[in-house]
């Protein structure tokens, strides 16, 4: 399997560009190398939720909610006790994957359009109750100064921990696809009703694709608040969840990495332009439309297809 | 080894199958016919559990499936291909197979292992039976429409089905396909030891092939005989073969 990583053509370039990010603090400004850890956390989520939308094909309107589930389980459990960061950061993630497993377990009785607008108004309360419950949750103040332990104290440290984490998940996130879970979960995608006559359980797989995808999710959450030191309602809200739709759909649903790029573009745009104009949405939309008219499978899947000729060389030569 | 006893469905008032019976014994060749709109596709339906029957009964080895959903009827070895093709087409033709291979060998769950290296044999030897092994890395909505019916078939053997239901798996096919895939069921039959239930328009391809055929109208069944009987019997030929 090494061996096969190393012939790769995806192997150089993969190395140079984690070389430069691990790099990268050492010369780069403070304001950049925050952006960049903002990349990374809005990229995982995205991932998490292309999972779920571009290899499971089920319509998860409002994926945010559990991005804010995991990144409000961990602040609170800093915040009001005692137990150690640990403990909180596993949490996180799995009270995100329990209320995916919830919501999940009613959403899937639907199909479709159907299913979007049951997991769109479940994910809807949750943000209503973070919202509202002022005593607890801080309602629209939100949960600010969660202190960090000092490995995490500094911008560069949280830098280091947030892109060890995130490569883990691209990692896990990889074999996930490639797995037969992963491409049963693709065939489900492609035609539920076929694979019922194959023998899967359709409902109980996607299920559990919305579970480890709710998980993922959660992980965000974490590195969010490692980032920020502080999680606000606006975390669960659906526009964000738009948002991160968006960014799979830019990057390309059929693809893995796709939805890297999708949330590198974003975050860049609202940076970048943002500074010059609040109405830098409107950009987004105009590039949205190129996209959807010229590169219907997204810009990674753009560049996939360029490639295809020499990869597809490759992989009958590694058999 | 299945019996269909007095099964109906209704679709808003309309009696799509009326009174349906069947019997197809181990390592029989059974054939449905009867005119468009009898029923036929809706009592395949019914079998394999994608629809629920109003009434009746549906036994498979002795087990009464007619509440199963169909993912356990294809556990208990029922597998079929679809009229309509009814493939996976952004999948490969290799995991257009795949598939069906890891959930009979119930590896679909795994989550950590790749793909690419599991039920990799027991997959191509499936696309080696149909002929389908040189076009194992395409695209399987890029192929040919005969290529996808067989496609089909490759589809259902993946979960080695000892019945197997095949809804016209020649329609749209040229004459010359046509033959050819006959004699695939045919040969599938023989050397994997299948019992298969099919339905088709082509008489000369029921006729040859079948052993009993079954004929259907107005969603009930005529009568279940070999294929001489039904070729003789008087209601058949006034019903369905012009009265020759």
């Known amino acids: 399997m090494f061996e096969r990583m190393i012939r790769s053509n995806w192997f150089v370039p993969i190395t140079v560009i984690l070389i430069i990010l691990f790099l990268l603090p050492i010369a780069a400004p403070r304001f950049y190398v925050y952006i960049l850890a903002l990349i990374y956390v809005t990229a995982l989520l995205a991932m998490s939720l292309n999972m779920v939308v571009g290899h499971g094909g089920m319509f998860q309107f409002h994926h945010a909610v559990f991005y804010g589930v995991g990144a409000y389980t961990v602040a609170l459990m800093l915040t009001k006790t005692k137990l150690p960061l640990w403990v909180g950061f596993i949490a996180g993630p799995l009270v995100a994957a329990i209320t995916g497993l919830i919501i999940g377990w009613f959403c899937v009785r639907l199909t479709r359009l159907y299913f979007g607008m ?34 995490l104290s500094s911008l560069n440290h949280s830098y ?42 359709v409902r109980l797989y996607q299920l559990g694709g919305i579970v480890v995808a709710t ?46 790029l999708g949330a590198a573009m974003i975050v860049a745009l609202r940076t970048f332009v943002g500074k010059y104009t609040e109405y830098w949405t409107l950009i987004l939309g105009v590039i949205l439309i190129l996209v959807i008219f010229f590169l219907p499978e997204g810009v990674m899947g753009f560049f996939q297809d360029l490639l295809k000729p020499a990869s597809k060389e490759l992989s009958e030569r590694g058999r | 080894m299945l019996q269909v006893e007095g099964v109906m469905k209704s679709f808003d008032g309309f009696m799509a199958v009326n009174g349906a019976n069947l019997t197809v014994g181990k390592g029989e060749i059974v054939a449905v016919i009867g005119p468009n709109g009898a029923g036929k596709t809706t009592l395949f339906n019914l079998i394999t559990g994608t629809l629920r029957r109003d009434r009746g009964r549906i036994v498979f080895k002795g087990e009464d499936i007619s509440e199963l959903p169909p993912y356990e009827i294809c556990k208990r070895g029922i597998s079929r291909s679809y009229q309509i093709v009814n493939i996976f087409p952004r999948l490969t033709v290799f995991g257009n197979v795949q598939v069906a291979v890891l959930s009979h060998q119930r590896k679909s769950s795994n989550l950590f292992r790749p793909a690419q290296n599991i039920a990799v044999e027991e997959t191509r030897r499936i696309l080696e039976s149909v002929g389908l092994l040189n076009k194992e890395k395409s695209i399987a909505g890029s192929l040919s429409h005969g290529d996808q019916k067989i496609l089909e078939i490759a589809i259902a053997l993946g979960n080695e089905p000892e019945l197997l239901i095949l809804d016209e798996p020649t329609a749209g096919m040229s004459p010359e396909e046509t033959s050819a895939t006959m004699e695939l069921v045919r040969r599938l039959a023989k050397t994997r030891g299948l019992t298969i239930l099919f339905c088709e328009h082509d008489m000369d391809i029921v006729f040859s092939v079948a052993q009993s055929i079954m004929v259907m109208r107005y969603g009930q069944t005529i009568i279940q005989a070999s294929p001489e009987e039904v070729r003789n019997n008087k209601e058949v030929q006034e019903a369905y073969l012009g009265g020759e």
Do not use: K
């Open chain 1, 118 to 151: 049951l997991q769109i108004s479940l994910g809807s309360l949750i943000w209503a109750i973070v919202f509202r419950w002022y005593s607890f949750t801080g309602g629209d103040d939100g949960i600010h100064g969660v202190s960090m332990p000092s490995f």
């Open chain 1, 160 to 201: 280091y921990f947030i892109l060890v984490v995130f490569l883990i998940c691209l990692v896990l996130m990889y074999m996930i696809f490639r797995s037969p879970f992963g491409s049963t979960l693709q065939a489900i995608r492609d035609n539920a009703q076929r694979c019922e006559a194959v023998g899967i359980n």
């Open chain 1, 215 to 260: 998980f993922f999710a959660g992980v965000a959450g974490v590195l969010f608040v490692v980032l920020e030191r502080s999680v606000f309602a606006e975390m669960l809200f659906w526009v964000l969840s738009l948002e991160i739709f968006i960014m799979c759909l830019l990057g390309g649903w059929f693809t893995f990495a796709g939805p890297i």
